[in-house]
């Protein structure tokens, strides 16, 4: 199974769950450090104080992103570091980790993916209402220009939000991401609020980097009926805009998904003049995410515990392995939605992994994963889906936010003591692949 010749092979990460030095360079206090010091919300109190150490070590984090034969790498910036208060005075500091960070990138000839935001929120903002507050619409606008101007003369891919499902959902209605909230009504108006705040920092971006390619990242969760009948189907159809045509179609028709807008009835939020044309600003790409499917009954109502088990294995954090849900999403994005150039964004699985007598970390399961996912890519693009590159979740193991440190997603093994990395043996597999261009 042979790849396009340009085809991207990465790996990606987030500034919270990797960078550590939370109170380094005038860095300011983010909706996570705060939500970790709250008990009872972050498995074993875990937090992100120190997570990987990257921002002390991301030298030695490219080389060996390098030895991988990795061509590109996806990161987000710390909003924070950059806007200590989330707006108004500039932290110079931390725009150079970044410029120092994209510079190493280059020189090791792999290209920065960079995301504006994943989920760490400046606190400041956070008390003025987060992004229930239009306020922190445009701060993140003008966030985006100073990314931009910074380093748009090196980075020419960005995406605006990580997931804005999870911010949204995750974060203000089930409760179990900062900032915690638990009411519907919020949580759909935070969800038009990143639509609209995407626009805006598109502007920016366009303005900034006219040469440059820029989207945003969605995460999908295909769903499927258990059985064929009819309250089967409409369960899956509604869980299905829920988890995946809801910012689908914000983004690329415009408007919500009518079916979904009458199921949230009163909570639904009233749009602004000028809303509609900020949300449907063109982008560049699509970032797909891409872990699992869910499996609906009638009945069933949007939230996961009512989802059906089936008798296929299942990964630490009890997510279905179904690669076939891969394929038919990114079908679904070339025929029904003409999506435009699309990217894995993030892709991969957590398991329970040892280091062996010899020191090596032997992640069968992972492997398997990725290597089903991959042709599920591949059959993908047989099809003609513009798919460009795939980057798989994570480089390394990391801070998995409510699970805390005891879900490992990485490609490379982190001893969390010592901050020693070890290439997994999926690791190996992968390194074979890019440098193949192929699936062995
Ligand atoms: O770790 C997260 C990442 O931050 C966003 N997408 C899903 C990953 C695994 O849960």
């Not at 935001?117 to 701060?139: F, M, V």
Request: charged share 20%.
């Amino acid at each position: 199974m042979q790849f396009p010749d340009d085809f991207l092979w990465g790996a990606a990460t987030s500034s919270y769950q990797i960078e550590g030095a939370v109170n380094e360079d005038g860095r300011g206090e983010t909706i996570w450090d705060v939500f970790c010091r709250t008990p009872g919300k972050v498995a074993n109190g875990d937090t992100g104080d120190v997570a990987c150490d990257h921002y002390h070590r991301y030298k030695d984090d490219v080389a060996l992103m390098a030895s991988l034969g990795l061509k590109a790498y996806r990161f987000s910036v710390a909003w924070s570091r950059i806007f200590p208060e989330g707006r108004g005075r500039v932290e110079p500091r931390g725009l150079d980790f970044y410029d120092r960070l994209v510079d190493e990138l280059l020189a090791h000839r792999i290209t920065p993916f960079l995301t504006l935001y994943h989920w760490d929120l400046p606190q400041a903002l956070q008390d003025i209402g987060g992004w229930e507050n239009r306020d922190t619409l445009s701060a993140f606008a003008a966030y985006a220009d100073i990314v931009s101007r910074k380093l748009g003369d090196r980075v020419k891919h960005f995406a605006t939000h990580n997931e804005p499902f999870v911010i949204a959902f995750l974060g203000n209605w089930w409760g179990m991401h900062a900032p915690g909230k638990q009411d519907l009504a919020t949580a759909l108006l935070v969800s038009h609020h990143l639509m609209v705040s995407h626009g805006m920092a598109i502007d920016a971006l366009r303005a900034n980097v006219p040469d440059g390619q820029h989207g945003i990242v969605l995460n999908f969760t295909p769903s499927y009926p258990s059985t064929l009948s009819h309250a089967d189907r409409d369960a899956a159809r509604l869980v299905d805009g829920f988890n995946n045509r809801w910012f689908i179609n914000a983004i690329l028709r415009g408007h919500y998904p009518p079916d979904m807008a009458q199921h949230f009835g009163a909570a639904m939020f009233e749009m602004h003049d000028g809303d509609q044309a900020l949300m449907t600003r063109p982008i560049d790409f699509l970032g797909v995410n891409f872990y699992t499917r869910s499996v609906v009954r009638g009945g069933s109502g949007l939230f996961k515990e009512d989802y059906v088990k089936t008798d296929n294995e299942y990964t630490d954090i009890g997510w279905e392995v179904y690669p076939q849900a891969l394929f038919d999403l990114l079908m679904r994005l070339k025929t029904e939605y003409h999506a435009p150039a699309l990217y894995i964004t993030e892709n991969g699985s957590a398991w329970p992994d040892v280091v062996a007598a010899d020191g090596q970390i032997y992640d069968e399961a992972r492997e398997r994963y990725l290597r089903a996912h991959l042709a599920a890519c591949w059959r993908a693009i047989q099809e003609g889906v513009p798919l460009k590159g795939y980057f798989q979740w994570s480089l390394m193991d990391n801070f998995e936010w409510a699970e805390g440190y005891n879900k490992r997603f990485g490609m490379t093994y982190v001893d969390y003591a010592t901050q020693q990395r070890t290439l997994k043996q999926s690791a190996h597999f992968y390194q074979r692949v890019i440098a193949a261009n192929a699936l062995p």
